[in-house]
């Protein structure tokens, strides 16, 4: 349960970046007050707070609020410590009223508790500050969607993307459905359907085609490893991709602020099965 001394915690550490642009134009106007001040007046102010706190935590529905009020200015103050990690200091940038993502994400950082969750929309945010219209509302919509859990299993299921945004659909038929790499990951065609299900991936299959690259040699990147095609058939040099699974456009924005891993399991199975009409594999690498 949140109290004064955690968020006493989360001010104290605030502190330390109060001047950097992410406080002095937003979060300073959030809260009401500057934090840069805290320093100087903590102990009144965390003295003030505590006896707010010890007046009205037994009075019902007053000290529900006044309890859910502590967590959410927790939850924002220790969101925007993390954003102002990657605000660009060259950068110093009002957000405008009118930018909707902006501040409904800001909003919902009050009710973000995890640590994970929050890195990740602090990233977020501090992108948006940056270069503003960066995101969509769209995107928003699908955060809200994921929780720590969702949020680990998307993470696993990038390291299947070839090409930064496709799933081959191939992988997840019977025949193939019980590879290591799934083990590995910790994932199955159920949870990944969940993904699509909150709009991390579009909701139906790209059928062959749908991605094409063309040229007599043709290199298909996962990772820092490539696979290198060359075509058997100088008359025919469309490399028509396999039906696929394809992030959409919150999936992208999202994906890119995760960690994915290199899984070796995986790249030997493109190896064997990513097969392409007309293409061999002339080079690995």
Same mark, same amino acid.
């Given at each position: ?102 501040? =409904? ?35 928003? #919509? ?25 799933? %081959? ?63 058997? *058939? %100088?008359? *025919? ?7 696929? #699974? ?16 290199? =899984? ?12 392409? %009409? =007309? ?7």
């Amino acid at each position: 349960m949140p109290d004064p001394v955690s968020l006493g915690k989360a001010i104290d550490s605030a502190t330390k970046v109060a001047n950097t642009p992410l406080f002095t134009t937003v979060i300073d106007k959030v809260t009401g007050f500057r934090l840069s001040e805290w320093a100087a007046e903590g102990e009144v102010r965390k003295r003030k707070i505590l006896d707010e706190y010890e007046k009205l935590k037994g009075e019902g529905l007053a000290g529900m609020q006044y309890i859910e009020n502590i967590r959410k200015a927790e939850n924002l103050i220790n969101t925007a410590v993390k954003t102002s990690k990657h605000i660009d200091p060259e950068k110093p940038n009002e957000i405008e009223i009118d930018n909707d993502f902006f501040w =409904n994400t800001l909003e919902y950082t009050k009710t973000v508790s995890n640590e994970d969750m929050q890195e990740l929309i602090a990233k977020i945010l501090a992108s948006e500050y940056n270069e503003p219209g960066t995101y969509s509302v769209n995107t928003l #919509h699908t955060l809200k969607s994921l929780g720590k859990g969702e949020l680990e299993i998307f993470q696993a299921c990038c390291s299947l993307l070839v090409q930064g945004q496709l799933i %081959p659909d191939l992988i997840f038929s019977n025949e193939h459905r019980k590879n290591l790499f799934f083990k590995e990951l910790n994932i199955s065609f159920n949870i990944f359907l969940n993904l699509k299900s909150v709009g991390l991936f579009l909701p139906n299959v790209i059928e062959r085609g749908w991605y094409e690259l063309k040229g007599d040699n043709v290199k298909l990147e996962y990772f820092d490893k490539s696979l290198n095609y060359r075509s058997i *058939n %100088p008359l *025919n040099t469309d490399f028509l991709f396999p039906t696929s #699974h394809c992030l959409s456009a919150s999936g992208i924005q999202i994906a890119k602020h995760l960690s994915p891993s290199f =899984n070796k399991a995986y790249f030997n199975w493109l190896q064997d099965y990513f097969q392409i %009409p =007309n293409y061999l594999i002339v080079k690995v690498h």
